[in-house]
């Protein structure tokens, strides 16, 4: 059964620099989500993609955040200039979506847990 | 601004005792409500909500919506220590294209 994966598992680094996640969504699903989680929280939307257009951003997705999906299937999320407010869970969702009035739920990878020191 | 809040925050039970977690929420223009249960690791998928009154089953789950009082439930009969948790909520509406708006959660406690 393969689900959604994520890569790395788990990222410690440095304030200020750079980190790079990766989501392998389900195959045959089309929108792909990024979401950020903290301690205590639910899971906070950030952006999401149909196939390789990113749709739609957070106001939480400051300009050190980018996010691509160059051939529809898998993405990456990069922090550029980390900071230690940046420290979370980055989970990624995917799901199929068949028209206007589609409504399947979003399946969620096991995470990337960003550490900063 | 979408909303949702989930009570309560926090549960302990004894094993074999039934228990039902809220979820309230305000949404522009309401498309979905989604429970999932997350233990250590990725949110996983219980139940998508779309019509009042409907219940919806799996196992000894459940979950009900009410779109008329913005709230949904969700019930687990004789609990199991492998239902400790945290149980989100979360709404879809319109204002945020397909993306879920979550709770706070639920975090779920089950005793031997």
């Known amino acids: 059964d393969t689900g959604v994966s994520q890569d790395p598992r788990h990222k410690i680094t440095k304030r200020g620099q750079n980190v790079t996640f990766r989501c392998d969504p389900i195959?045959?699903?089309?929108?792909l989500y990024w979401y950020r989680q903290t301690l205590g929280q639910g899971p906070e939307f950030l952006t999401y993609?149909?196939?390789?257009?990113?749709?739609?951003k957070s106001r939480l997705l400051s300009d050190r955040f980018s996010a691509e999906r160059p051939k529809g299937s898998f993405s990456t999320l990069e922090i550029q200039r980390t900071e230690q407010g940046d420290s979370a869970m980055y989970l990624c969702a995917s799901s199929l979506v068949m028209g206007p009035y589609s409504n399947q739920p979003q399946h969620f990878g096991d995470g990337t847990r960003l550490s900063i020191l | 601004e979408d909303k949702v809040v989930q009570s309560p925050l926090s549960l302990v039970v004894h094993e074999g005792d039934t228990v039902t977690l809220n979820c309230s929420y305000e949404?522009?223009?309401?498309?979905?409500l989604l429970w999932y249960k997350q233990e250590k690791k990725a949110p996983t998928f219980l139940f998508m909500l779309t019509s009042s009154g409907i219940e919806k089953k799996s196992g000894r789950l459940s979950s009900i919506l009410d779109k008329k009082e913005l709230f949904s439930i969700l019930n687990i009969t004789a609990t199991q220590t492998g239902d400790s948790a945290i149980y989100l909520c979360?709404?879809?509406?319109?204002?945020?294209?397909?993306?879920?708006?979550f709770g706070k959660g639920t975090s779920l406690l089950v005793t031997p």
């Open positions: 979360a709404v879809v509406g319109s204002n945020s294209g397909y993306a879920l708006n």
């Open positions: 949404v522009t223009n309401f498309r979905s």
């Open positions: 195959s045959e699903h089309n929108r």
């Open positions: 993609f149909q196939n390789e257009a990113q749709l739609e």
